[in-house]
């Protein structure tokens, strides 16, 4: 048990830091809430080397198969907390600005990553629920922060209930499967399917409840309904938090569950997810064509990258599940700058969250315009930026396990996907700005989103490193 | 510095991009410096493929100047560059165009110079790393790129209905270029390999040729453009820019040829000898239909645009033709003829065609007008500039003595190897390609000049006199004296021949 510990060390370093950043907080008396702003981040760097120094180089199953270290759940934890550390900062200056600043954004935060660590380190379903638990609370109020907001609160509750629900399908499924296997741990569940003779049609009713849950953690199509909702309502710094690092989690979830304790049922879950996957990329791609709130639009434009993430898991293979890897850290970067720019043009009690709040940016700030064109075309996936290898990477897979048609209709969508893309770039360089006020950020806000945004160029120019990580967690 | 070790195919490729960038960096404010600049890096380029020329060896068919190491590692994607005779030539033509290009705006453009200098001197190391790229995931990231650059210049300084042209040419060709993707990655499930030249040399059963060769086809169809995709073309070029309108068409309607060159056929040769006839119908349909949809534009630049389609229809009827000549003959002198006359009149398209645009530039800078009604009786004010268009239009109807002529007659030529009514309807161009060019001609430049504007217009100074001098020298020179094109191309083509000729399916 002593050993087990260790590798739990960067869990257990963060939860003590995070009761600590809240007993600080409580006594801070400070508006500005520098000290809880800045042990957090601190409580975040020393998770971050913790996970660095404490993941050893080979697979350890600690707690009796409840716990797993290996490669994908150390660079999995190791995005989550550099991401969540960009997240925070940008976070920071919005809530200075919109007044909003407050200790529980930044504790909850805390929580909600210890959530995500132990989801990408789960290797029992009951350790996946309380991974899952923890970040979903948290997350549900901190889209409620803003309590004047009658948006923030409807998009909470809207949260809230749906979650709640995913989570009942999600436990349902859950005691479907140990029903039927009589266990809870992956590798055992993996072991039972494919030796006993089991009743298969029990394992894929609750496989399915199991899918559901999963589907509405991450928004797939058709159980997106809550995403464009709580992405337009919730705070900016909040829409940002939710819309990176939590990806990265639910994606450990479903490769957990699904290439690890679902295995065998591998050709069942690959028509599930399929249907899915065209589902979302139909839906995200056509809807966000008609949105004229940039919040929203993103987070139609989610659904529909959640669609292109699964196609890695529909190829079924290591390099797919890498791919998919791949696409997921892509997006982590891509959402950041998108949100982290909303933030940039906003100022108190005025979001730029419209649309037509981007109109002529290119006149007003021609350096933030290039970011953001950057920013938009990777997202439609034209090379040379991160958003194409992404694509490329998970068509390749797609196409390399046999499924062309699949990949076709995914091209198709993406080419539909390119048109909102395109009409962000036609306001900023093609239309007159309304008001040529000047950008109003701090210095530091600038230099961190100018870094984050080049680098989606500078890892479309390079992307062999982040490519060989992906790899490297699902060693290929 | 070793001369002979120069990577001179990287340095076409980055010092336009990096230049690209550093003009941006310069900035709006130092106009003249912006202007300078451009051209110094422009002529730079130029010079540079004329090295290429210079050293370029005619008598060697496989890859020269080849420069090869790892990008992706763990997909062994290579950064592969190397080029043949086919490629040189568009090359020159890409470097050539650019310094006209920066030239011609150098008074017209006013606002955001150096974006608008930055956009085409990117966009020309992009291009030129199209022409270059011996890796297809290479090849097909600056074929996507080089979208960005032609998407903003249209969309910035187009003309009023520039944003629905802009995006409809960016849907347009994205929609091509994505199923091309598909097809590269499926190739690489067959062949393991990125390697353009790899996946020539690969053997591919009929059925997955022929999927292969519809997904090259959407792509390389919509930017040739053949008919019925060529709807974007139109539009693009009536809202472009003159400098966008002189890249599109003369560079970016290469790009497919080129596709095809380096593409469709050689990987595909079964499914493109499957498709000849289909090809060689809607190469025809663009030949005689789209010639009579331009006699009747009231608008200069969109006429121009139908006769840009007309013509290419030339260069694919001179790629497919040589698969009928294959089953038909035993000797293969005839397809070469028809490939070289494909390759010919895409090089000497590039130079009408930019003329003739900057032509209507020209006039457009002077009257901004691009209707042919507001127009007429110019050569009494303009007899300098109405003496080069004359010949640029005597050209761009394919008249003898003009490099013109010389492509379509050699695809005339050879399509008569293969059927006379194939060539009868092909030839028909001459008589359709003169009645378009040189109606329009009559009706702008001949005549009383009734309106005030046109009385008062003056002539072309020294800098619109030198890009048209040297375009004029250029169509001149090719219409005289091919031969030094032909040279380069021509172990190239043989050698692409052979390979086409040859089935691939186990």
């Known amino acids: 048990m002593r050993t087990d510990l260790i590798f739990l060390m960067p869990e257990i370093i963060l939860l003590s830091m995070a009761c600590l950043v809240l007993v600080v907080d409580a006594f801070s008396k400070d508006p500005f809430r520098k000290v809880t702003y800045w042990l957090t981040q ?23 198969g409840g716990f797993v270290t290996d490669a994908m759940s150390a660079f999995l934890k190791i995005f989550i907390c550099g991401i969540t550390i960009v997240v925070f ?23 909600a990553v210890l959530g995500m660590m132990v989801m990408s380190s789960a290797y029992h379903l009951l350790s996946i629920y309380l991974g899952l638990e923890l970040l979903s609370l948290s997350l549900y109020a901190m889209v409620a922060m803003h309590r004047e907001s009658t948006f923030a609160t409807e998009a909470a509750i809207k949260y809230f209930v749906l979650g709640a629900l ?128 940039i919040k929203r639009m993103l987070a139609y434009s989610t659904i529909a990258h959640v669609g ?23 997006y982590a970067f891509m959402s950041m700058v998108a949100f982290g720019m909303i933030i940039l043009l906003g100022r108190y009690d005025l979001e730029a969250d419209n649309l037509n709040d981007f109109k002529g940016l290119s006149t007003r700030n021609s350096w933030f315009a290039f970011i953001m064109l950057c920013l938009m075309f990777s997202m439609a996936g034209v090379p040379p930026f991160l958003g194409f290898w992404s694509k490329w990477f998970v068509l390749k897979e797609l196409i390399a396990s046999g499924f062309i048609e699949i990949a076709v209709i995914a091209v198709f969508f993406s080419i539909i996907g390119v048109y909102y893309y395109l009409r962000i770039i036609k306001l900023m360089y093609f239309d007159t700005p309304e008001t040529m006020s000047a950008i109003k950020a701090t210095q530091q806000m600038r230099t961190v989103l100018s870094i984050n945004g080049i680098l989606i160029l500078v890892i479309g120019l390079a992307p062999n490193s982040l490519m060989r990580i992906c790899l490297s967690a699902f060693s290929v | 510095m070793d001369l002979n070790n120069l990577p001179i195919l990287s340095i076409l490729i980055w010092l336009p991009i990096l230049g690209g960038f550093w003009v941006l960096f310069i900035g709006d404010q130092q106009e003249r410096m912006v202007r300078q600049f451009s051209f110094l890096i422009s002529i730079a380029t130029f010079f540079f493929s004329a090295l290429l020329y210079y050293k370029f060896d005619n008598s060697f068919s496989g890859m020269q100047f080849v420069e090869e190491f790892y990008w992706i590692e763990s997909f062994s994607i290579k ?11 568009l090359i020159m033509l890409t470097t050539f165009t650019t310094v006209l290009v920066v030239v011609a705006a150098w008074e017209v453009i006013n606002t955001n110079i150096s974006y608008y200098m930055s956009a085409f001197l990117i966009l020309t190391g992009l291009m030129n790393g199209v022409f270059v790229a011996l890796d297809s995931i290479l090849f097909y990231v600056f074929w996507e790129t080089m979208l960005i650059p032609m998407f903003l210049i ?45 996946l020539q040399e690969a053997s591919i059963g009929l059925t997955a040729q022929k999927l292969i060769f519809i997904a090259f086809f959407l792509a390389f169809a919509v930017k040739i453009p053949m008919w019925p995709v060529h709807t974007w073309l139109p539009d693009a070029h009536v809202e472009a820019p003159t400098g966008g309108s002189v890249v599109l068409a003369a560079i970016m309607l290469k790009m497919g040829g080129y596709g095809f060159l380096r593409f469709s056929l050689p990987i595909a040769p079964d499914a493109s000898f499957f498709f000849a006839d289909a090809m060689i119908v809607l190469s025809l349909i663009a030949i005689v239909y789209i010639g009579f949809v331009a006699l009747v534009q009231e608008d200069m ?53 930019a003329a003739m645009f900057l032509c209507v530039g020209v006039m457009y800078d002077r009257l901004h007008s691009r209707m042919i009604k507001d127009y007429g009786g110019v050569v009494n004010s303009m007899p300098y500039f109405a003496a080069f268009m004359m010949l640029f239009a005597m050209a761009n109807s394919g008249l003898p003595g003009t490099s013109g002529f010389v492509g379509e007659f ?97």
């Not at chain 1, 292109?308 to 892509?330: D, K, N, V």
């Not at chain 2, 003056?458 to 001149?476: H, K, M």
């Open chain 2, 154 to 198: 249209i969309g910035i300084w187009g003309g009023p209905n520039r944003v629905y042209a802009t995006i409809k040419f960016f849907l347009y060709t994205f929609l091509g270029s994505v199923f091309m993707l598909v097809a590269l990655l499926y190739l690489y499930s067959i062949t393991n390999s990125f390697n353009i030249q790899i």
């Open chain 1, 308 to 330: 292109y993430l699964f196609l890695g898991l529909i190829a079924g293979t290591a390099l797919g599940f890498a791919s998919s890897m791949f696409y997921i850290i892509s």
């Open chain 2, 410 to 506: 050699l695809v005339i030529l050879s399509s008569f190897k293969l059927n006379f009514w194939i060539a009868f309807t092909a030839a028909l161009t001459l008589i359709l390609g003169a009645a378009y060019t040189l109606w329009m001609y009559k009706r702008v430049i001949f005549g009383e000049a009734i309106r005030d504007e046109v009385i008062e217009l003056e002539d072309i100074d020294a800098r619109e006199t030198f890009i048209l001098l040297l375009l004029a020298g250029v169509v001149l020179l090719f219409g005289i004296w091919p031969a030094p094109l032909f040279d380069v191309m021509h172990v190239s083509i043989e050698q692409l021949t052979q390979h086409i000729s040859q089935t691939k399916i186990l």
């Open chain 2, 79 to 89: 950064y592969h560059l190397g080029i043949d005779g086919i490629a040189l030539p």
């Open chain 2, 301 to 353: 630049k969109k006429l121009i645009a139908y006769s840009s389609i007309s013509h290419m229809g030339f260069v694919t009827l001179g790629f497919f033709i040589p698969f009928g000549i294959f089953a038909a003959t035993n000797s293969n002198a005839s397809a070469v003829m028809g490939l070289e006359g494909a390759m010919m009149q895409m090089i000497s398209h590039g130079f009408i065609s």
């Open chain 1, 166 to 293: 995913a989570s009942g399908m999600l436990l349902y499924g859950i005691s479907m499967i140990y029903g039927v296997t009589g266990s809870l741990q992956f590798m055992e569940i993996a072991d039972t399917i494919n030796n006993g003779a089991i009743d298969k049609v029990y394992l894929i009713y609750g496989m399915t409840f199991l899918i559901v849950g999963m589907a509405f953690k991450l928004g797939a199509a058709p159980f997106h309904m809550w995403v464009p909702d709580v992405y337009q309502g919730a705070p900016t710094s909040v829409t940002l938090f939710i819309s990176s690092a939590p990806k990265l989690a639910a994606f450990a979830m479903t490769i957990r569950i699904l290439s690890d304790g679902l295995s065998p049922l591998i050709e069942d879950w690959q028509s599930i997810l399929t249907v899915l996957a065209v589902l979302s990329m139909a839906v995200g791609n056509i809807i966000a064509i008609a949105q004229t709130n």
């Open chain 1, 89 to 111: 900062f940008y976070s920071y200056e919005y809530l200075k600005e919109n007044e909003l600043l407050k200790g529980e954004y930044f504790t909850l935060g805390l929580f």
């Open chain 1, 42 to 64: 601190l409580s975040l760097l020393l998770t971050f080397f913790a996970v660095i120094y404490y993941s050893p180089d080979y697979t350890y199953v600690a707690f009796n």
